[in-house]
């Protein structure tokens, strides 16, 4: 008889197992880091803007303007995951210890699986920094030519894996889109006490977090 695989459930890295604050902060980092390499302080500006992310392109073309847009998108995410994984290290309490032993504790059942935006390269750095190498039994990342699009990663995972039971997730909302036009059950892990996310259900705690895995 074939083995029967355990069930997924899909989780997502920010704001679950780590808080927001490194990938909210790490676009400060960045564009510090971009006012060394250009010697620019001006660029700085960029920071206190609340359309700060387009200012990303524009600093890629002065500081590399002879790689092709998918080369300096590649290189500009690696340069943003730099920073994450500095944060991280600077500052240690962002783990959310309880949840991912929580976690750990269902892989008896269940498959965990991170469905992240982040590259290859990038989970594997954040993973060793924040203890969680041996949380999650599938990881599906953002290729690194890629844009920061969750639609795309959702897509190559079902491909691979199917449909999960359950999607367990931060404040994105195109994740939560994606699930309700492919009939995955979602909920927002909002445990920063975030602004809710219209049409999806929120969970503020760890106790109602397995109040609601016991239903599944």
Known sequence: MKHKEKP???TTLSGLFVKHEPWDKAYILWYENMAKKLNDNSVKQWIDRPDYFKGVDEVMKRLYPKLSDEDRTTKARELFFDSVVSYIK???DVNNKEISDYFKSLKTKYRIALITTNTEDAVSRILSVTYLDDLFDIIECSLPEEKDDKRIVFSRF?????????YIGGGRKDSYDYCAEHDIPRVF????????????RSIYTLNELEKRIERL
């Open 158 to 166: 079902i491909e691979k894996y199917g449909k999960p039971l359950i």
């Open 8 to 10: 997924i459930i899909a």
């Open 90 to 92: 600077q500052n240690k």
């Open 189 to 200: 892990a909002n445990l920063e006490g975030e602004k809710d996310i219209p049409g999806v």
